[in-house]
């Protein structure tokens, strides 16, 4: 039996059959004990068994209101996506003609609903009909699982049509509230992109040419370090791959860690929020004197806000067939073990799956986050499509070591100190000391085996991406940045190695560069002049 994504009554999600299908009592049973609550007195006046329609009168007190009703059976499965569900208009559209353009404010409206009953918990989805007016036979109107499973739970969930309008889901004692405030519901409510919770499905992702690309297998790990020597091109070698298999934006978040990047940051936590209402009094400026346009009063809400990885695990969890990636860089730059805390022990993943072989405990804030997502649940486990890759560079100053633990869970990949510098072979630099241009490679060479012949660790030599191409025209960055970088980075207890005269500081070099004077040992001058480019 085929199985797609269903809502469970406590709002969570999983996978499973559609539920079966009510027959047309029941069908009418639901209907009419929804309409029969708070007072109101509902009766059938006629059935159309073929258009699934109901004309039914309501009476409560004085007020009365005459509605047909659209109602049909269980929501099924849409085949282009697991998280739609869908009814289907099949008749000729002129059978309902005048029902679908009548007004929602009037005394007589048109309900369009579709029922999902499942764990003995109903949901009522309701489209406007007037924005299938003139509908094509048949025509298919949707609503994601992620809204019905917020409706059984909270009892009303939004989600958009293919028609980017706004469908209401609620449970049965909410059908009083709807039929009251629905033109409210459907012409005063802006669709945006928080209702759709940043869902996408295969077919909308598209590379950069903005054509619909097939989404390749992603054979690489899942957690992942890519380090090597500073200018190696590691955030460039990792963005070509981040781009062939994480073509959409939605798919892809990067991050940059600092020494004072925190767990809040990455997981999420309560903020002070902006939030505004209508005011009936003139609102001013802090200069009391002009009139902030529209007049509305600003508050401070608190909520909580996701951090990167809890966002990507959201999506992750919702589209299971679409992979995403958190892509950190400069990993070491903070205490990468204390960023990530208890998602910490989720890191150990399991090799033919991808999902955390240790699921850990959901701390009650992010708990109730998951809750409002619709991915609720007692524990959290990185599911096999969130991909994690990172970018190291141990050879910075006042980085943060990683522990053997941490270091365990993560895949490491060293990139070669030349194995990109193909792409600045034409690269030029104009120096000063002594007067001559040079590529850009044959600079980084001389300077490179002068430093490994005394014992210099690779990940401090020059790569093929220490300067760019940009920067190399500029003649200032070469002292202000190369020079500094191996007289105060690389040399700094030993400059003697590759700088010559009297006072090696860096003020002193500096001022000897600009004065054409010599500043590196013969070995380096005599190399230099050797592959300088003709003028």
Request: negative net charge; glycine residues 4%; hydrophobic residues 35%.
């Given at each position: 039996?085929?199985?797609?994504?269903?809502?469970?009554?406590?709002?969570?999600?999983?996978?499973?059959p559609?539920?079966?299908?009510?027959?047309?009592?029941?069908?009418?049973?639901?209907?009419?004990?929804?309409?029969?609550?708070?007072?109101?007195?509902?009766?059938?006046?006629s059935?159309n068994?073929?258009?699934?329609?109901?004309?039914?009168?309501?009476?409560?007190?004085?007020?009365?209101?005459?509605?047909?009703?659209?109602?049909?059976?269980?929501?099924?499965?849409?085949?282009?996506d697991?998280?739609?569900?869908?009814?289907?208009?099949?008749?000729?559209?002129?059978?309902?003609?005048?029902d679908?353009?009548?007004?929602?404010?009037?005394?007589?409206k048109?309900?369009?609903?579709?029922?999902?009953?499942?764990?003995?918990?109903?949901?009522?989805?309701?489209w406007?009909s007037?924005?299938?007016r003139n509908?094509?036979?048949p025509?298919?109107?949707?609503?994601?699982?992620?809204?019905?499973a917020?409706?059984?739970?909270?009892?009303?969930?939004?989600?958009?049509?293919n028609?980017?309008r706004?469908?209401?889901?609620?449970r049965?004692?909410?059908i009083?509230?709807?039929?009251?405030?629905?033109?409210?519901?459907?012409?005063?409510?802006?669709?945006?992109t928080?209702?759709?919770?940043?869902?996408?499905?295969?077919?909308?992702?598209v590379?950069?040419?903005?054509?619909?690309?097939?989404?390749?297998?992603?054979r690489?790990?899942?957690n992942?370090?890519?380090?090597?020597?500073?200018?190696?091109?590691?955030?460039?070698?990792?963005?070509?791959e981040?781009?062939?298999?994480?073509?959409?934006?939605?798919?892809?978040?990067?991050i940059?860690?600092?020494?004072?990047?925190?767990y809040?940051?990455?997981i999420?936590?309560?903020?002070?929020?902006?939030?505004?209402?209508?005011?009936?009094?003139?609102?001013?400026?802090s200069?009391?004197?002009?009139e902030?346009?529209p007049?509305?009063?600003?508050?401070?809400d608190?909520?909580?806000?996701?951090?990167p990885?809890?966002?990507?695990?959201?999506?992750?969890?919702?589209?299971?067939?679409?992979?995403?990636?958190?892509?950190?860089?400069?990993l070491?730059?903070a205490?990468?073990?204390?960023?990530?805390?208890?998602?910490f022990q989720?890191?150990?993943?399991d090799?033919?799956?991808?999902?955390?072989?240790f699921?850990?405990?959901?701390?009650?804030?992010?708990?109730?986050?998951?809750?409002?997502?619709?991915?609720?649940?007692?524990?959290?486990?990185?599911?096999?499509?969130?991909?994690?890759?990172?970018?190291?560079?141990?050879?910075?100053?006042?980085?943060?070591?990683?522990?053997?633990a941490?270091?365990?869970?993560?895949?490491?990949?060293?990139?070669p100190l030349?194995?990109?510098?193909?792409?600045?072979?034409?690269?030029?630099?104009?120096l000063?000391?002594?007067v001559?241009?040079?590529?850009?490679?044959?600079?980084r060479n001389?300077?490179?085996?002068?430093?490994?012949?005394?014992?210099?660790?690779?990940?401090?030599?020059?790569?093929?991406?220490?300067?760019?191409?940009?920067?190399?025209g500029?003649?200032?960055?070469?002292?202000?940045?190369?020079?500094?970088?191996?007289?105060?980075?690389?040399?700094?207890?030993?400059?003697e190695l590759?700088?010559?005269?009297?006072?090696m500081?860096?003020?002193?070099?500096?001022?000897s560069?600009?004065?054409?004077e010599?500043?590196?040992?013969d070995?380096?001058?005599?190399?230099?002049?050797?592959?300088?480019?003709?003028?």
């Amino acid at each position: 039996m085929a199985t797609s994504t269903q809502a469970k009554a406590d709002g969570t999600l999983e996978q499973g059959p559609n539920p079966s299908h009510p027959t047309h009592l029941e069908r009418e049973t639901l209907l009419m004990d929804a309409l029969g609550r708070e007072g109101w007195n509902a009766s059938i006046t006629s059935r159309n068994f073929d258009a699934r329609s109901f004309d039914i009168e309501l009476q409560k007190g004085d007020e009365s209101k005459e509605l047909v009703v659209y109602f049909f059976p269980n929501l099924n499965w849409a085949n282009r996506d697991p998280h739609e569900k869908r009814i289907q208009l099949s008749r000729p559209y002129n059978e309902h003609q005048k029902d679908f353009e009548l007004e929602n404010d009037g005394d007589r409206k048109c309900l369009l609903i579709g029922v999902y009953r499942r764990d003995k918990q109903t949901v009522f989805c309701a489209w406007d009909s007037r924005v299938y007016r003139n509908h094509a036979q048949p025509s298919s109107c949707y609503v994601r699982i992620e809204a019905i499973a917020q409706a059984m739970r909270d009892g009303f969930g939004q989600s958009i049509d293919n028609k980017r309008r706004l469908v209401c889901c609620f449970r049965p004692e909410f059908i009083h509230y709807y039929v009251m405030n629905m033109k409210d519901l459907h012409d005063q409510i802006t669709v945006t992109t928080v209702i759709d919770k940043g869902l996408i499905s295969a077919s909308e992702i598209v590379g950069q040419d903005g054509q619909s690309v097939e989404l390749e297998p992603v054979r690489q790990p899942r957690n992942r370090i890519i380090y090597g020597a500073p200018g190696t091109g590691k955030s460039h070698s990792l963005n070509e791959e981040i781009e062939k298999f994480f073509p959409n934006e939605k798919q892809k978040k990067r991050i940059t860690f600092y020494p004072e990047y925190v767990y809040s940051q990455l997981i999420g936590t309560y903020k002070p929020i902006p939030v505004f209402r209508k005011s009936g009094y003139d609102i001013l400026d802090s200069d009391r004197q002009s009139e902030t346009i529209p007049a509305l009063e600003p508050l401070i809400d608190y909520r909580f806000v996701p951090g990167p990885l809890l966002e990507l695990y959201v999506l992750a969890k919702k589209n299971q067939a679409i992979n995403y990636a958190l892509i950190i860089e400069e990993l070491n730059r903070a205490d990468a073990a204390g960023v990530f805390g208890d998602f910490f022990q989720l890191l150990d993943r399991d090799k033919a799956t991808g999902e955390s072989k240790f699921p850990i405990y959901t701390p009650r804030d992010v708990a109730d986050f998951l809750i409002s997502e619709c991915v609720n649940s007692t524990t959290i486990s990185l599911p096999g499509n969130l991909y994690i890759w990172c970018t190291m560079n141990s050879a910075d100053q006042g980085v943060m070591p990683l522990d053997a633990a941490f270091k365990r869970r993560w895949s490491f990949e060293y990139l070669p100190l030349n194995q990109n510098e193909s792409v600045t072979s034409s690269w030029e630099i104009t120096l000063t000391s002594p007067v001559c241009v040079i590529k850009w490679n044959d600079f980084r060479n001389i300077i490179n085996d002068i430093l490994v012949a005394n014992n210099v660790q690779e990940d401090r030599l020059l790569g093929p991406f220490f300067l760019s191409q940009e920067e190399l025209g500029d003649p200032s960055v070469f002292k202000n940045k190369v020079l500094l970088y191996l007289r105060d980075d690389v040399l700094r207890h030993e400059p003697e190695l590759l700088f010559s005269g009297d006072s090696m500081t860096f003020s002193n070099l500096v001022k000897s560069y600009d004065n054409n004077e010599k500043i590196f040992i013969d070995e380096v001058h005599s190399s230099l002049s050797e592959v300088q480019i003709e003028q």
